[in-house]
């Protein structure tokens, strides 16, 4: 074999093997490459549903009930939206027998009058899909009346002889100063400044539990319940669906 057919062969060779070492080459640069990806991918498809477990788990967590909110509304006892202190006085006429038994006086008092909302009036909807709190709220009532002890006194005493029931008869005109109170504190708009501050302190007591919800405020009893039979239907055609 000539000098030029050698040369000629080896050149062939070379380039054989020059194309072998560039198809190897692109073989570990693919393989690199795919493990790299494969690397990345998986981690981040285990991520992925871990996280949509995690969403799930944490919207479980979070549903509110109306249990829940009552029992916050009735932790704080009674919501107390206004209070006075009045004054007045009672002539108390015992019907006693005259003389041996009958005991008029007048007794000057203090007496407490709160207003606000009775708790177990209030009416909730929640819709934990749109995470609304829908909240009705009674019209505000007097809650309580109560005559100070501390300020009683009486004057014109005509406990006589024999009388014995001078207990029970401050005990009578307690009673009548507590319903005059009431019927005074009605008289200069109690209910009326006891209901615009009702919203507000539902709204205060509420919050720590609504977090993430937005609360809304109806106005009547019929729309509270109709807006809680939509939610109800909705949530049906929900679980119906799925």
């Keep these: 074999m000539s000098n030029q057919q050698h040369a000629h062969s080896g050149k062939q060779s070379g380039d054989v093997l020059k194309k072998i070492l560039m198809i190897l080459a692109i073989v570990v640069l693919a393989a690199i490459l795919f493990g790299i990806v494969s690397c990345v991918a998986v981690p981040a498809m285990v ?3 871990v996280q949509k477990q995690l969403d799930a ?21 009674e919501l107390v939206t206004s209070k006075m202190t009045m004054m007045g006085c009672v002539e108390y006429d015992d019907e006693g027998v005259p003389v041996l038994t009958k005991g ?23 819709d934990n899909t749109e995470r609304v709190v829908y909240i009705y709220v009674p019209d505000a009532e007097v809650l309580d009346v109560k005559v100070i002890p501390d300020s009683v006194k009486y004057y014109d005493k005509s406990f006589v002889l024999f009388n014995k029931d001078s207990m029970e008869d401050s005990l009578k005109a307690q009673q009548q ?9 009605l008289g200069t708009g109690i209910l009326d400044a006891a209901d615009k501050q009702s919203e507000t302190l539902v709204r205060g ?6 977090e993430g919800y937005e609360m809304k405020f109806m106005r009547t009893l ?6 809680a039979a939509e939610i109800e239907a909705n949530q049906a055609t929900k679980d119906n669906a799925q």
């Excluded at 109306?66 to 006892?77: P, Q, R, Y």
């Excluded at 007591?205 to 609504?210: A, D, F, K, R, Y």
């Excluded at 019929?222 to 807006?227: A, D, P, V």
Aim: net charge negative; charged share 25%; aromatic share 2%.
């Design 57 to 77: 788990l944490v919207t479980k967590q979070a549903t509110l009930t109306s249990e829940t909110l009552m029992s916050a509304l009735e932790s704080s006892s």
């Design 205 to 210: 007591v509420l919050q720590g539990v609504t």
């Design 104 to 126: 008029d006086f007048v007794m000057i008092y203090k007496a407490t009058v709160k207003a606000g909302v009775n708790v177990k009036e209030i009416k909730t909807a929640i």
């Design 47 to 49: 991520q992925s549903g």
């Design 222 to 227: 019929e729309s509270i319940n109709n807006k």
């Design 177 to 185: 100063a507590e319903e005059d109170a009431k019927t005074e504190a």
